[in-house]
């Protein structure tokens, strides 16, 4: 499985947008970037996915690069509730297997 | 939808004990997956099963864990004998694999196992 690197943590402050980076320099041509967030003593939830275009969803936004080498995760107004962990994870949708290889990942804090 | 259950939410046990923890996925996913996440592994996958049939058992750590999945409706993740290394929280997440290409995970709450 390709290798994502991601900051170990960032901050935000209430209201402003917060733009997440991943770093997927070995990325596939059939690698999608999915986005997973783990709020505290929760499961990890679904954030968003991409293959080659920007995708919009009501939870965020992902702008992926042009040789698909990075991308960033986009939150247009973070609240509190945002602050969790944000991984970054490749997976090749068209191949044999669907299972999710997660890393480390971004802590996000939010401040009020 | 109730979304995944998993149940207990939380297990105390003494080491050399059997632990079982149960995952009931989401009506209509085809994909389970069990994982386990410690403060020094991370979020690390176990098993998953497509249909019902273990697809890739090479994330279990060793002979003590064993997972089943009899129906579509329920799995197992079974360790026998426990041991203090296993303290850990268990999540199940389950998916519907179709014609789209990609297919969402959705995680239950978790099982917090702390063995003694």
């Known amino acids: 499985d390709a290798k994502t690197t991601q900051p170990n943590s960032m901050e935000s402050n209430e209201e402003e947008p917060v733009h997440l980076p991943c770093n997927h320099s070995t990325i596939s041509g059939t690698d999608y970037i999915h986005w997973y967030r783990q709020l505290p003593s929760q499961g990890p939830e679904y954030v968003i996915h991409g293959l080659t275009s920007n995708v919009n969803n009501r939870m965020a936004s992902l702008a992926i690069a042009e040789d698909r080498k990075s991308s960033t995760l986009i939150l247009h107004r973070a609240t509190l509730r945002d602050a969790a962990v944000y991984y970054c994870?490749?997976?090749?949708?068209?191949?044999?297997?669907?299972?999710?290889?997660f890393g480390t990942g971004t802590l996000l804090a939010v401040q009020p | 939808d109730a979304g995944v259950i998993q149940s207990p939410r939380h297990e105390v046990t003494e080491m050399g004990q059997e632990v079982t923890l149960r995952c009931k996925p989401i009506?209509?996913?085809?994909?389970l997956f069990w994982y386990r996440q410690t403060m020094m592994r991370g979020l690390e996958l176990l098993i998953y099963?497509?249909?019902?049939?273990?697809?890739?058992d090479s994330g279990m750590p060793e002979d003590r864990f064993s997972a089943k999945m009899p129906n579509a409706s329920f799995s197992t993740l079974k360790i026998q004998p426990s041991e203090p290394r296993d303290s850990a929280v268990y999540f199940c997440?389950?998916?519907?694999?179709?014609?789209?290409?990609?297919?969402?995970?959705?995680f239950g709450p978790g099982t917090r196992l702390t063995v003694l």
């Open positions: 099963f497509n249909n019902n049939v273990p697809i890739d």
């Open positions: 994870i490749l997976r090749d949708d068209g191949g044999a297997t669907n299972k999710l290889i």
């Open positions: 997440a389950s998916s519907f694999r179709g014609r789209a290409v990609s297919d969402t995970q959705y």
């Open positions: 009506s209509g996913h085809n994909s």
